[in-house]
């Protein structure tokens, strides 16, 4: 199966997250001398000059992460959730020959819908990853929840590309939950490639395609 649609749709998907993530590391970076001498202004002894560098270096990865976090979610909420959804109707209308939804809705209606469906599809799984990371920092299961936090977010990640087709078919919050709890270890499986650095952006780009013929594989 192969369309040019989808791989445009699906590049344009990588720009917008790239193009987001360089422009909030970019802000981040500029105010970093700004962010880092509020949390502690720079030691004029010798004894302390390396550790207030590998601060610094600290603080510079977090950063790094938060802004990745931050243009992951603008673009899924902003640009991504529209252009999931397209290449789900494309990947479906090939496979099937139509796309299968209650009723039309006008592009406004649609926009809205998309965006309402996002939210706890995308924003309270990566607050709850951050929360048991978080945890994990403070606590000497460190390590265990670590690795908890990342097969949450994998699911999840999973689960935002598989869930499109019965979103669209307007199928309950509930029903798409059972039906996600029911088939997490594909939903982890289909996710570890998500956290392969650099890698899983290109992944996600293109995941709506995979996620929409496991469904229709699996219920049509």
Sequence with gaps: MTSPKLLILGLLRL?????????????IFYYHASILNHMWARPE????????YVVSYLLSLFLIGISAIMAYLIAQILFSAFIMDLMSRITESMM????????????WRTFFFLVRQEIP????PVLLSLLVMILGWVTPLGPVLTLISSAIAVIFLAWDNTDLVPARRLASFRERWNGMVKTLPFHLGFGLLFLIPGFNILFLSFAPIGGTLYHIERND
Excluded: C, D, N, Y
């Design 96 to 107: 099937t020959g139509q796309v299968k939804e209650p009723r039309k809705m006008p592009l």
């Design 45 to 52: 002894s010798v004894w302390f000059i390396w550790l207030w």
């Design 121 to 124: 599809r995308t924003i309270l």
């Design 15 to 27: 720009i917008a997250i790239i193009l987001i993530t360089a422009l909030l590391a970019g802000l």
